[in-house]
C-alpha cells in the first residue's frame, strides 16, 4: 500500500503542526526500521490504519479503536521484553498517544 497517510497527514493544517507531523513521520519510519519484529509488525499496522484513513476506507473513530488496540498489545509485549526492546515497544505507544490521539486526531475534520 502506498503512502496515502502522509499526503493525508501533510495537507492538515500546516505550520503549527509542523512539529508533530514530522514527529509522526519519524516514529513511523523508525519503527519500521526497529530491530525488534514486534514493532515492526504494529508501526506497519499503523501506518496500514493511516492509509485506510487518508482513503476513507475507516472512519476517525474506528482508528481510534485500531490505534487502542495496538497500545494494549505493545504493553503487554512490553510485560516479556528485554530492556531495549521494551524501549522501542513504550516509544511506539507513548507516540501513537501523543501523536495520533492527541494531536492527528484533533485536526482532521
Do not use: C, H
Not at 504494529?42 to 492509509?51: C, F, H, I, R, T
Not at 494494549?72 to 515497544?89: F, G, I, P, W, Y
Not at 501513537?96 to 490521539?101: A, G, K, Y
Request: aromatic share 6%; charged share 30%; glycine share 4%.
Amino acid at each position: 500500500m502506498a503512502d496515502e497517510w502522509r499526503g493525508f497527514v501533510n495537507q492538515l493544517k500546516d505550520d503549527a503542526e509542523s512539529l508533530a507531523k514530522g514527529e509522526l513521520f519519524g516514529l513511523i519510519t523508525s519503527s519500521k526500521d526497529d530491530s525488534e519484529e514486534f514493532v515492526r509488525r504494529q508501526a506497519e499496522k499503523v501506518e496500514k490504519y493511516l492509509n485506510q484513513l487518508a482513503l476513507g476506507e475507516i472512519t476517525k473513530d474506528d482508528l481510534v479503536l485500531y490505534m487502542r488496540q495496538i497500545q494494549r498489545l505493545n504493553e503487554m509485549q512490553a510485560l516479556k521484553l528485554s530492556v531495549a526492546a521494551k524501549a522501542s515497544t513504550q516509544r511506539l505507544t507513548s507516540g501513537i498517544q501523543n501523536l495520533i490521539l492527541d494531536k492527528l486526531l484533533k485536526l482532521i475534520p
